[in-house]
């Protein structure tokens, strides 16, 4: 059985939007973003097809970046990327900024989230957006493991770089081994700045 769930920022009432609303064969959930939130006048719609559509912890490709794993779930047709995470107190993403939108939602824990030169402490059911371009950085202050689901926009970005990186560690290890390219290197490749590192 095939998945297939996709996404869409659609402009309510666009002729596009109305278009894509009439062409959903099967599950089509629709829900207005809030005046006050950051979509704006956006409506996202959620295709699901065939499948269920669920998906259990830990289901998908998994990565360990350091003290994080990233585990991203199956999408398709580009929209997005899906991964829950989970990282050790203490470990996140330094302060960086990318071309591509970023969320975060806090499942459990407390991280040190900052957006801009704003910085806030987020605990579970809270969220952290970055759009492209934004500096932004995110920690878990402990005390425990902390996990956070993130969505990134367009998709396989994200997991690209997260591939990229940990390939350069497999091969023997550590990422400065001869030949290897340094952390930098495949940020600057992937479009990603590190801001004071």
Request: with cysteine; proline share 5%; charged share 20%.
């Amino acid at each position: 059985m095939r998945q297939e769930v996709n996404a869409h920022a659609v402009d309510r009432g666009s002729g596009e939007g109305k278009a894509r609303r009439e062409e959903a064969a099967l599950t089509v959930l629709s829900r207005p973003a809030p005046d006050s939130c950051m979509f704006g006048t956006k409506q996202w719609e959620v295709r699901m097809t065939e499948a269920s559509g669920l998906f259990l912890v830990g289901e998908g490709k998994t990565y360990q970046l350091g003290q994080i794993r990233i585990t991203f779930k199956p999408t398709t047709l580009g929209d997005y990327s899906l991964c829950e995470m989970s990282n050790a107190p203490g470990s996140g993403a330094g302060l960086h900024r990318h071309a591509y939108d970023e969320w975060h939602i806090i499942i459990e824990g407390s991280y040190e989230c900052r957006v801009g030169e704003e910085v806030r402490t987020l605990g579970p059911g809270d969220m952290m957006f970055a759009a492209g371009g934004t500096p932004h950085g995110i920690k878990n202050l402990g005390p425990g493991v902390g996990r956070q689901l993130g969505i990134t926009s367009p998709a396989g970005l994200f997991e690209a770089f997260v591939a990229e990186v940990v390939e350069s560690q497999v091969d023997s290890g550590s990422a400065s081994r001869q030949g290897a390219p340094s952390f930098r290197d495949i940020c600057a490749k992937h479009g990603i700045e590190m801001i004071n590192a």
